[in-house]
């Protein structure tokens, strides 16, 4: 089992849509979290970090839940260029590293 | 500024050939990590250095990889010989450590192909 899991998709949604992504990790040590984001042949991009508080930068959302190891984020309004595949990362600070999910792709459609 | 730094950003060769990928790490940052992505296994991490150590090379698929760090400025990662199963796209990326956000900044990744 990955130590960080989602649904790989493709969500294809129509532009003004809400869209959520969810992720699952397996080490309950783990941290910190954050979400990605990974344009096309492009390197991955600090998205977002995700707090237990849950927090909100614009139209993205991103929330904590440690009890069901859980993390989720939430796209309102979707843009066109929201197109690209969306990283769910866990910390650990016992090891230093940063765990990647495998990501999942939105399609935003005009 | 500039950002993390990769040379080469294409890499075509033949089974068998040594491949030496280069890294320049963001100024200041003391921590960089080598991944590797393909479509069946994602991103995953293959070594990562502190203060130019390496901390955990757990990653590493196998004895023909190698990665170095001489200095705070500059990395290499080495594949001899490589394989066709070696192709994916290598990204290097540096951060802070300790530091209160984990970010780390990736370099623009050098896409191997191996025939």
């Known amino acids: 089992r990955k130590e960080v899991e989602q649904d790989p998709g493709p969500f294809n949604v129509p532009e003004g849509a809400t869209v959520a992504f969810n992720c699952t990790y397996s080490?309950?040590?783990?941290?910190?979290f954050f979400w990605y984001r990974q344009d096309c042949r492009k390197e991955p991009k600090l998205l977002m970090s995700v707090y237990s508080s849950g927090n909100e930068d614009g139209r993205f959302t991103a929330q904590l839940n440690r009890a069901s190891q859980y993390i989720s984020l939430l796209i309102r309004d979707s843009k066109l260029s929201d197109s690209a595949t969306y990283l769910c990362v866990a910390y650990s600070g016992n090891t230093g590293k940063l765990i990647f999910g495998q990501g999942t792709t939105l399609q935003v459609k005009p | 500024d500039a950002g993390v730094i990769q040379s080469p950003r294409h890499e075509v060769t033949e089974m068998g050939q040594e491949v030496t990928l280069r890294c320049k790490p963001i100024?200041?940052?003391?921590?960089l990590f080598w991944y590797r992505q393909t479509m069946m296994r994602g991103l995953e991490l293959l070594i990562y250095f502190n203060n130019n150590v390496p901390i955990d090379d757990s990653g590493m698929p196998e004895d023909r990889f190698s990665a170095k760090m001489p200095n705070a400025s500059f990395s290499t990662l080495k594949i001899q010989p490589s394989e066709p199963r070696d192709s994916a796209v290598y990204f290097c990326?540096?951060?802070?450590?300790?530091?209160?956000?984990?970010?780390?900044?990736f370099g623009p990744g050098t896409r191997l192909t191996v025939t």
């Open positions: 100024s200041g940052h003391n921590s």
């Open positions: 080490n309950s040590a783990s941290q910190s």
């Open positions: 990326a540096s951060s802070l450590f300790p530091g209160t956000v984990k970010e780390q900044y």
